[in-house]
C-alpha cells in the first residue's frame, strides 16, 4: 500500500528539527513576507472548517523544537498498523494537536480570534493567518487542500468546500459595501456563486476532454 504522504508526514518534522526553518505544503500560496514570525521558536494556525485542530500546511520552528522531538518519538514508536492489519491514517494536524495538549496542556473547544502562546515565544494563530482567506482579517498564506494524496471523493468534497468559503468570502464583501443588504439575499448570492463556479468549472473540464480525444484522433 503506497501511502506516501504519511512518509512526508515524517520527513517534514524531521527537517524542521534537525536544521530549523518554515515548512509549506506544494499547495499553499504565500500572500505575505513570513519574515514577522521569524522570530518564533514555533508557529502555526488552526485548520479550516469546523475541526479545532492545528494545520500543519504552513509552520515554522527553530531546531531541536521540543513539540518536533515529541513528533519524532511518536512516529518512530508507533504502530500504523494493528493486529487486523488495518492502517492508522489519522491526520498530521490531529498528531500535532495531541502533542500540544500532552506538553503544554492546551486543547481548543471552539475556533480562536486571536494568537494563543506557547512556552518558549511559541505561537498558535487563528485560521485565517495561514489557511483561508477572511475578509477584513490579515492574511498571510492560503492553503488550497487539493488533497492529491487522497481519494476523489476527498477531493471533490475539499473542492466544493474551498468554492463555498470563496464565496462566502466574496459575500462578505458585498455585505460591507451594500447598506441594508438582507439576510436572505446574502444567501441567494451566495448559492449563485456557487453554482455559477462549479457550472464554469464543469464547462472547462467538458472542454478539456474532447480537445483530448480530438488530439488523440488526429495524431
Known amino acids: 500500500m503506497q501511502k506516501y504522504a504519511f512518509v512526508a508526514d515524517y520527513i517534514r518534522v524531521y527537517a524542521l528539527y534537525?536544521?530549523?526553518?518554515v515548512y509549506l505544503d506544494s499547495d499553499v500560496e504565500l500572500k505575505k513576507s513570513l519574515t514577522p514570525f521569524l522570530n518564533h521558536s514555533f508557529f502555526i494556525s488552526q485548520t479550516r472548517g469546523k475541526w479545532l485542530h492545528v494545520a500543519p500546511d504552513c509552520y515554522g520552528a527553530m531546531?531541536?523544537?521540543?513539540?518536533?522531538?515529541?513528533?519524532?518519538?511518536?512516529?518512530?514508536?508507533?504502530?500504523?498498523k494493528d493486529s487486523n492489519g488495518k492502517l492508522d491514517e489519522t491526520w498530521v494536524g490531529i498528531r500535532f494537536s495531541q502533542m500540544i495538549k500532552k506538553l503544554y496542556n492546551i486543547e481548543f473547544h471552539n475556533k480562536i480570534n486571536s494568537p494563543v502562546l506557547l512556552p518558549n515565544n511559541g505561537s498558535i494563530y487563528p485560521t485565517y493567518y495561514f489557511e483561508l482567506e477572511k475578509y477584513g482579517k490579515i492574511n498571510f498564506a492560503t492553503h488550497y487542500c487539493t488533497g492529491s494524496w487522497a481519494g476523489k471523493k476527498y477531493q471533490l468534497e475539499k473542492y466544493l468546500a474551498n468554492c463555498y468559503d470563496s464565496c462566502r468570502n466574496k459575500t462578505k464583501i458585498i455585505e460591507n459595501k451594500i447598506d441594508g443588504l438582507k439576510y436572505d439575499f446574502t444567501i441567494q448570492i451566495e448559492l449563485y456563486s456557487l453554482f455559477l463556479i462549479l457550472f464554469c468549472d464543469i464547462?472547462?473540464?467538458?472542454?478539456?476532454?474532447?480537445?483530448?480525444?480530438?488530439?488523440?484522433?488526429?495524431?
Do not use: A, Q, V
Open 18 to 21: 534537525n536544521y530549523g526553518g
Open 203 to 219: 464547462i472547462l473540464k467538458i472542454s478539456n476532454i474532447r480537445f483530448n480525444k480530438m488530439r488523440k484522433k488526429k495524431y
Open 63 to 80: 531546531k531541536g523544537h521540543p513539540l518536533l522531538k515529541e513528533m519524532l518519538d511518536f512516529y518512530r514508536n508507533h504502530h500504523f
